[in-house]
């Protein structure tokens, strides 16, 4: 992950301020893996020892690239390739006798996860791998294109709407997204396939869709900010919004996580272990995902029992869940518990009590213990 740039100005200014996202040149020569990349399995469960490729983004076009550089063109984006190009070495390095390729990622990769898995399997396929089941883990990459909260021109990554941001992009970049989308959109409209519920239900692969349900990244582009000020009641109603719209487009998705908590991104995060939704922790469910996934391919067997796979909070504001991680205030870096943070939010507890038929003080109980 790391956002994106779609025209010469805001790749320009990337180049100069964030370099490790536009050229290798810069990366140092070893990483220590952390969550789902761990080798630790008290920090990663399940996956502890399998074998891990870390694929560091620097092609800045949410992994759909295929443009070299050119006259007209003073950058490379070249996303699509870069992930093609890794699958055909890991090939030669024992990738011909998986069993499984899970293609993971966060943020802007795990858009790039939703772009490509299906190209990853086609690949193999066609390089006469058809045992390798490929399946996608997408963490929040499932963005919505809807209303910003206050309207911005498209002047730089942050305040462009989601939408007019990928347009630009996909025509600098030359962004390839998958036929079997592309089909559903008139040309021209290709853009909606970077967007997680309208390219999902044309995907082969099994895809995990792994997304908080107020996503920092997306309530940065939909321009609500949270800085300092207290919200005002029209941001607090669009969070709120946010949440449910999100919330709406997960219903028909088989394997996903869903916890109510103002964040961004999880799975190479140490703390990813400690947040549940249901009581139960996201490693626990990707193991129920892989069991599911392994007992159907035997006999079509209704899902394990106590084994969920489908887990969405149901709760309407951020961090009602009890297990969200800390909150830190964005200016003094201190750490906030739930009723601070809601205070801090502009959250009015006469009102809302009212609205859910409580006492104020119940309502106060229910938030610091979470329920």
Known sequence: GGWYCFNRENCDTRYDTMRRLMS???????????????????????????????????????????????????????????????????????LSTAKVLLLAGSSAGGTGVLLNVDRVAEQLEGMGYQGIQVRGLAD?????DNKQYRRTDCIDTITCAPTEAIRRGIRYWNGIVPERCKLQFKEGEEWNC?????IYPTLRCPVFVVQWLFDEAQLTVDNVHLTGQPVQ????????????????TLKDVTASFAPACLSHEIIT?????????????????????????????????????????HLIDSCPWPHCNPSCPTIRDQ???????????LMHMGFDVQKMAQQQGLEPSKLLGMLSSGN
Not at 140 to 144: A, D
Not at 289 to 304: Q, V
Not at 331 to 341: A, K, L, R
């Open 24 to 94: 290798s040149k810069e990366w140092p020569a070893t990483r220590v893996g952390t969550g789902i990349l761990s080798s630790q399995p008290e920090e990663n469960p399940h996956w502890w020892n399998a074998n891990m490729v870390f694929i560091p983004y620097c092609s800045s076009d949410v992994w759909s690239g295929a443009s070299s550089k050119s006259e007209k063109n003073e950058y490379a984006f070249m996303g699509a390739l870069i992930i093609q190009e890794v699958i055909k070495e890991l090939v030669g390095k024992g």
């Open 233 to 248: 009641e029209g941001q607090w109603l669009y969070i709120q919004n946010l949440g449910r719209e999100l919330r709406n």
């Open 140 to 144: 929040s990459g499932w963005f919505l």
């Open 269 to 309: 995060r140490n703390h990813w272990t400690d947040i549940q939704v249901k009581g139960t922790s996201l490693p626990r469910a990707l193991h129920c995902w892989d069991r599911s996934l392994h007992e159907s391919n035997k006999n079509g067997k209704a899902p394990l029992k106590g084994c969920p796979i």
């Open 331 to 341: 200016f003094t870096g201190q750490e906030m518990n739930v009723i601070q943070f």
């Open 194 to 198: 970077f967007f997680g519920y309208k």
